[in-house]
């Protein structure tokens, strides 16, 4: 189905939104003394355990966390079947402000929870999380990845997930440009958290002219100061006359109303579910001439770091060099949308479900 903002708005119950978006389990945590409030997503088991990160965020209300949480987890299921991974799709989110809420306990808390669920669900760090939240987590369930390489986990991985993300790019811009080179391109990174900030120094290092944006103001300093970078307001992001827009923070920033205000030839970022409609926006990027790379096709490297922790055999060279086929992939993606008059989106998720179809008929869910 088309999945959109407005189907979890319209649609009725609980289970009819599951159904919808073919759920397996939610799994609602509270605990009053940390003021742990979470929620755990698990969408799809055919490949294997489903894993993906957990994000913290202070949610206008539930129902966008709920919202947010079936999305996110949905696009985990897609993510990881398209990267060649034997998991499934899952994730977690915390409500709250990480900056104010967060602590050992409520981390350790959380990760009682993620213990409860037996191994169905793996998680690891995503927005406002860390290593060290990770290693806290870690004190609790054995079922955590992206633990500190002290500890024999991978370490952080957003610097793979920013590599992914950059030659998804840069197979993008081949499609576009007839090369691959980004040098002289005017690229806006919206968003410099890790990812973000990672993406930047590649860019840079390519000779891109990067502009960046964030609404945190100490986030954009910590990268002034290393790079050689312009800033836009974030209110300048979607109008610019640039190359490249690079998402890199939340999701659903391709809509109705961002689309039209668009000169870029290419998103490409780092972001979970940047269309806010699926099929809508995607068709409308194709009627303004602007040729994307699906989110969860080129922000997967970061997941593959984490697989490789999970199954007990890191291997940063494997890891890369998986990574390394986004690019390939990525190019076959906007061949076949291309060919078959589809969104590269929906090419994409083609590719993903043929998979999960194909391992389905030869095994049980998890």
Not at 210 to 235: A, H, N, P, R
Request: charge should be negative; proline fraction near 2%; charged fraction near 25%.
């Amino acid at each position: 189905m088309t999945v959109t903002q407005d189907n979890f708005q319209n649609s009725g119950s609980l289970f009819d939104q599951m159904q919808e978006l073919e759920h397996e389990q939610l799994a609602f945590c509270h605990d009053k003394e940390t003021g742990l409030k979470a929620i755990i997503g698990i969408h799809n088991t055919v490949l294997g355990p489903a894993m993906g990160g957990t994000r913290m965020w202070n949610y206008t209300d539930e129902q966008a966390a709920i919202r947010d949480v079936l999305r996110l987890s949905r696009g985990m299921t897609f993510k990881n079947a398209i990267a060649g991974l034997n998991i499934g799709g899952g994730k977690a989110v915390i409500i709250g402000d990480a900056k104010k809420l967060k602590s050992e306990a409520l981390m350790r808390r959380f990760g009682k929870f993620v213990e409860s669920l037996g191994g169905i669900y793996w998680t690891a760090e995503d927005v406002n999380m860390s290593t060290r939240d990770m290693e806290h987590v870690n004190m609790e369930t054995k079922y955590v990845t992206g633990l500190p390489i002290s500890m024999g986990g991978s370490g952080d991985p957003s610097p793979v997930t920013a590599y992914g993300v950059y030659l998804g790019m840069k197979a993008t811009a081949k499609k576009v440009y007839g090369t691959d080179d980004l040098s002289g391109k005017k690229i806006v990174v919206q968003g410099v958290g890790h990812v973000g900030t990672y993406l930047v120094e590649r860019l840079v290092k390519e000779n891109a002219s990067v502009y960046i944006s964030d609404i945190f103001d100490d986030k954009i300093k910590e990268v002034t100061d290393q790079y050689s970078v312009k800033v836009l307001g974030k209110d300048d992001v979607y109008g610019f006359d640039g190359d490249i827009y690079a998402p890199c923070a939340l999701g659903a920033t391709l809509n109705d109303q961002t689309i039209p205000d668009m000169k870029y030839k290419i998103v490409a970022g780092g972001a979970n579910n940047q269309l806010d409609d699926e099929l809508r926006n995607g068709r409308q990027l194709i009627e303004k001439g602007i040729v994307y790379a699906p989110d969860f096709l080129i922000n997967s490297g970061g997941i593959t770091n984490v697989y490789y922790e999970q199954q007990g055999n890191y291997n940063r060279d494997s890891v890369y060099a998986q990574t390394e086929q986004i690019y390939d992939v990525c190019l076959e993606v906007l061949d076949q949308a291309e060919k078959k008059n589809i969104t590269s989106q929906e090419a994409a998720m083609n590719v993903a479900k043929k998979r999960i179809e194909d391992i389905g008929r030869i095994k049980l869910t998890f």
